[in-house]
Nanobody, 123 residues
Framework: VQLQASGGGLVQAGGSLRLSCAASGRTFSSYAMGWFRQAPGKEREFVSAISWSGGRTYYAVAVKGRFTISRDIAKNTVTLQMNSLKPEDTAVYYC?????????????????WGQGTLVTVSS
């Protein structure tokens, strides 16, 4: 599976961004998908995940209520809608695929990673 993340950029606090992850390769619908982020000097952390069917989602406490993950199986894409952005959301965001139908929240649970897209939120 090859993953290509896009949609990052510079936004003011309180603004919104929409990240997309395009997948190619093996059967996309067989994989649970996730978004992680890594701020400078920090470890990569879980943001959100979605099950293979899209029927279940999970969010980190820090983003719950502000971010929404979704997937379009027909288009092989996963989207992360980010609203009410805060300066602490500044990071490189990575999409990832897990060779399982169930979600995961740990980096080690994911098998494929995109290249990352930078999100910068100014105060």
């Amino acid at each position: 599976v090859q993953l290509q993340a896009s949609g990052g950029g510079l936004v003011q606090a309180g603004g919104s961004l929409r990240l997309s992850c395009a997948a190619s390769g093996r059967t996309f619908s067989s994989y649970a998908m996730g978004w992680f982020r890594q701020a400078p000097g920090k470890e990569r952390e879980f943001v959100s995940a979605i099950s293979w069917s899209g029927g279940r989602t999970y969010y980190a406490v820090a983003v719950k209520g502000r971010f929404t993950i979704s997937r379009d199986i027909a288009k092989n894409t996963v989207t992360l809608q980010m609203n009410s952005l805060k300066p602490e959301d500044t990071a490189v965001y990575y999409c990832a695929a897990r060779s399982s139908q169930s979600m995961g929240i740990y980096v080690r649970e994911y098998d494929y990673w995109g290249q990352g897209t930078l999100v910068t939120v100014s105060s």
